[in-house]
């Protein structure tokens, strides 16, 4: 004999399923009708000048795809099937956002935050249920003051509009943040940030002043408002998951007025394996003005497969001391003066950024990808050099697994003397290298996917012997949904992947969170655990407050919101029966 206990849950569940699936209509419908009722949102708490309307965008705009298209950098989330929003908010004012998060609320659909759209698992602008876009392109203001050698930067502007502006102001002045141009600075700096110059200057966050962010009751706070244990969260712990960041106040750091920069290669014929070895003796303990990354790549030489080692450098400084450095340190490598090429900051941020000697700076102010590929990208850090025979072996591994290359971007210098609690962002001393594994390709379709997200899974798999361990650490801005995700919003199970982030800096994350969004507005859950970016959430949680990833506010799902007063009804139904 069944109790009405037992009885009453598979009918709640049944009753839940049915009113899911019932309110299932076209996506344009939804989008048209969302449109009407976020609009008038919008208007009630903004500025009545610009209108609403004008930066609002449904999916029956004309304009809808080109603006959704614009700032999505990895083609495997821009496909037919890749769900769309149902709407795209553009905000031109400050005011904009704060109306955004109130009317969040209101129309209780999940929110997106997107400053340009480098986020490797295109978790800014996708998700499993019906979510809108609040996409932060046009807050792209930098106000550069020499005077006291900082700039105010809106979270839309990109890496090159920043370097741009500050060389505008100054030939002596430089910012450390990454090498790719149409980077959004929203997401990089509050993720860590880190460029060519970290080990001079340690990463973007290390040189973050001030800043200015819409808290989950749409509050607009400076570092003073908001309080230092925000301010340390928000520098390394990802800014959405405890708001809307809307600028940075940055300091400037000094550059010389030439800077020296070089790209050997090696194949194994040539040795690379011996060099790469000798790398890894000397990248993190050589001269805090030496910054050298190694690309590995397996090739195919004289119709045979080999690997690649490219060691491209940024030295702060000229040839002649250039050289008398690596004579000293790193002589392994061979360097000569022809290897050389000595050039003015702004120069050397266009040759990082892949750009043919002597374009001009302008190229910088372009927000566009020349090309956009399907890409996977994934992250680890060693603390002990591989061996060479270890090295070997992965040559090996990598051959036979096809295209996956690896990165390795040394640490040490700065990035050693600056304590791991600092900031939120922990991997510091003890680290010689971090390691990006990259694969890219251009063949479409799931047969592609499949073999190349094999690819880059299994070498990573295989790096397991030789890098970090207990727990294996990861790069937050590198954000990767293979290594944990959330689906009982437990504190033990966000903190799988939360630790690999955070390590011993996650519980004070956790404790931040819990005080500035207690009721988990910005999409946590009452255990407050750091979750990864957008998990596909089982269909059973459809109704809940969803929880909160490094770039994107997670809110409550819009079918909740509109059939709330029956679902109510019916529970009190059930808990009578109960």
Known sequence: MRTASSA???????LLGFLFFSSSS?????????YDTFIQCLASHSDPSPPASSIVYNQSNSSYTTVLQSYIRNRRFNTSSTPKPLIIVTPLVESHVQAAILCSKNVGMEMKIRSGGHDYDGLSYISDIPFFIL????LRAIDVNIGDETAWVQAGATLGELYY???EKSKLHGFPA????????GGHISGGGYGTMLRKYGLSIDQLVDAKIVDVNGRILDRKAMGEDLFWAIRGGGGSSFGVILAYKIKLVAVPETVTVFRVQRTLDQNATDLVYKWQLVADKIDNDLFIRVLLQPVTVNKNRTIRASFVSLFLGDAARLLSV??????ALGLKKEDCMEMSWIESVLYWA?????????ALLNRTSDSVNFLKRKSDYVQTPISKEGLEWIWKKMIAIGKTGLVFNPYGGRMSEIPSSETAFPHRAGNIYKIQYSVN??????????????QIRRLYSYMTPFVSKSPRGSFLNYRDVDIGVTKTWSYDEGKVYGAKYFMNNFDRLVKVKTAVDPTNFSGMSRASHLSNRDIIQPQSQLYNIYRDDNNNIQLKHLYFLIFKALLLSTLISHLKIL
């Open 165 to 167: 502006r500050i060389w």
């Open 26 to 34: 076209s996506s344009c419908e939804a989008s048209d009708s969302v």
């Open 178 to 185: 990454g090498v790719g141009q149409t980077v959004g600075a």
């Open 326 to 331: 690596m004579d000293k340190d790193f002589p």
């Open 354 to 362: 892949n750009f043919d000697n002597g374009t001009s700076a302008d």
């Open 441 to 454: 390709w251009s063949e479409e379709g799931e047969e592609a996917d499949k073999e190349y997200m094999t």
């Open 8 to 14: 009453s849950v598979p009918g709640l569940v049944f």
């Open 135 to 138: 996409d932060l392109f046009n």
